[in-house]
Structures are given as C-alpha cells and as structure tokens.
C-alpha cells in the first residue's frame, strides 16, 4: 500500500521561509517523478514542481519559479520543497505526488494519497 505523508507547513510572516517534506511508503521511490500540488479554497488544484526520478531534472509553475526548490533523497524515500520569500497568496494546502509521466503539470496524471500540510502566510 502506498503512502504519501506531508509535514512542514505552518503559519509564517510574508517574506518568510518553510520547508515541505514528503515521506513515502510502499513505493518503488527512484523510479517515479515526485511532484508539489497546492489547493487554495474555492481553487482548483495547482501544480508548483516536478523532479525527475535521479533529481536531476527540474520543472516550476511560473509563479513560484525562483522561490520554491523541490529535491529529493532517494535513500530516504522523501521529496521537499523549500519556499523563501512567502507570499499571503501561497496560502494553501499542499500535496505531494508522483507520476510515470513525464514534464506533466495536470493533477489528473499524478496520484496522490497524504492529507496534505497547510501553509498559511501573514501580510
């Protein structure tokens, strides 16, 4: 059974900094790229990032390009994802996933399975 368990999130001043991680079980770790999803309320599930199976490979949604970083620890079977210099409108529950897709942004190519960690940023 695989699992996904995000964990980091919290309540921080814009301009602020969090670090994500996701820990994963019951999954052949190196073999899939691992993404970051959030969800806003009333919004739809956004893609941030995706890093390829070696961690090699790197691709951001537009509006977290130069804030966010995602990288991986495949002897550790976790995915992060640092974010410096928050903003109020980073507000939202974020998700990690994975994929056999490649360079793929749509939730519906990914699976998912945490409950998320909520990130909540202060003017």
């Known amino acids: 059974q695989v699992q996904l368990k995000e964990s980091g999130g919290g309540l921080v001043q814009a301009g602020g900094s969090l670090r994500l991680s996701c820990v994963t079980s019951g999954l052949t770790f190196s073999f899939y790229k691992m993404g970051w999803f959030r969800q806003a309320p009333g919004k739809e599930r956004e893609f941030l990032a995706v890093?390829?199976?070696?961690?090699?490979?790197?691709i951001y949604a537009d509006s977290v390009k130069g804030r966010f970083t995602i990288s991986r620890q495949n002897a550790k079977n976790t995915v992060y994802l640092q974010m410096n210099s928050l903003k109020p409108e980073d507000t939202a529950v974020y998700y990690c996933a994975y994929t056999y897709f490649d360079n793929t942004q749509f939730p519906n190519d990914y699976a998912f399975g945490g409950q998320g960690t909520q990130v909540t940023v202060n003017s």
């Open positions: 890093i390829s199976g070696s961690g090699d490979h790197t």
